[in-house]
């Protein structure tokens, strides 16, 4: 059984920053891509930004330049920088990974405020 654990939420005034943490724990043989995602009040479900096994990352146009997604292979975790936020990045970040021979697990979400 594989656990995403998700950390680094919290609230933070336009133009801040923050950094999202998201650990994966339990038989692990290996990670495929792994990635972000956010859910604000009564929108769709969108992806922010994924990274490959041998990091090559995509972005979502509207967090490009200010967001950066990282890995580290070792520690079974990736991150999500966010710098310059806006009030229309709050929302619930949800962790992803894609584990071989598994699937896609996901993160229990937490939740990143912004005021303006």
């Known amino acids: 059984q594989v656990q995403l654990v998700e950390s680094g939420g919290g609230w933070v005034q336009a133009g801040g920053s923050l950094r999202l943490s998201c650990a994966a724990s339990g038989t692990i043989v290996s990670i495929n891509a792994m990635g972000w995602y956010r859910q604000a009040p009564e929108k769709q479900r969108e992806v922010v930004a994924s990274?490959?096994?041998?990091?090559?990352?995509t972005y979502a146009d509207s967090v490009k330049g200010r967001f950066t997604i990282s890995r580290d292979n070792a520690k079974n975790t990736v991150y999500l920088q966010m710098n310059s936020l806006k009030p229309d990045d709050t929302a619930v970040y949800y962790c992803?990974?894609?584990?071989w021979g598994v699937g896609d697990y996901w993160g229990q979400g937490t939740q990143v405020s912004v005021s303006s």
């Open positions: 992803v990974m894609n584990f």
């Open positions: 990274i490959g096994r041998g990091g090559t990352t």
